[in-house]
């Protein structure tokens, strides 16, 4: 479980596919940037881009995790070498939750339609999957690359969101273009909800 506040933004050092009979994902080795690894063991999760990895091997400000076939279909910015990746250990129950409760279970990627300045911010408006905009809501929170934000406004499949300055030095949101794919996640008290009704009505 995480929280959506972003602790540090880091690299995508290599990519190694994943070639055997139960597995064919790839192995990727992450520079940690200014991460703090030193509570950090084998066998924890760390979210990358809002993706829930697990760390299967540590060295001097690095980590490397696997990642299947499945997640690579779902997500986007995990199978390029050079790519900045926004990261964030997993919660801890004695932590702040800061921002909101996110899983790092990426629902699907978005596409990035705008992102104009509004005063010392930028307003970045992405546009959704039909099959998720029913989970996002005026006030509600989302997470875009891991990041936790709060929606503005909604139009059509399209969401809009602020970048403040704080958000955009420390997360790689500043570094995003018209048409880039983000991993999108939405908040999971709405997908409850959603399902919750769902199951009522049918039962209705």
Do not use: W
Not at 20 to 46: E, H, P, R, Y
Not at 148 to 158: A, R
Not at 190 to 203: E, P
């Amino acid at each position: 479980m995480f929280t959506g506040i972003i602790q540090a933004v880091g690299e995508v050092t290599s990519v190694c596919s994943i070639d055997t009979q139960c597995n064919t994902g790839l192995t990727l080795g992450i520079s940690a940037g200014t991460l703090d690894l030193s509570d950090v063991k084998q066998g924890d999760s760390i979210a990358v881009n809002g993706v829930c990895l697990t760390v299967t091997a540590l060295s001097a400000g690095a980590f490397t995790v696997d990642v299947s076939q499945e997640t690579l279909n779902c997500t986007q910015g995990l199978d390029q070498a050079g790519s900045r990746v926004n990261l964030e250990k997993a919660l801890r129950l004695s932590d702040r939750l800061g921002g909101h409760l996110v899983s790092g279970h990426v629902d699907a990627t978005g596409i990035v339609v705008k992102c104009v300045p509004a005063g010392e911010s930028y307003e970045l408006i992405v546009r959704a999957p039909e099959t998720l905009m029913r989970y996002i809501t005026p006030k509600g929170s989302i997470t875009v690359n891991g990041v936790s934000l709060t929606v503005n406004k909604i139009e059509g499949h399209e969401f809009s969101v602020n970048l403040i300055p704080h958000t955009l030095a420390m997360t790689n949101l500043k570094e995003l273009k018209l048409e880039a794919r983000v991993n999108l996640e939405t908040d999971m008290l709405a997908r409850y909800v959603a399902r919750l009704l769902n199951i009522q009505g049918n039962a209705d």
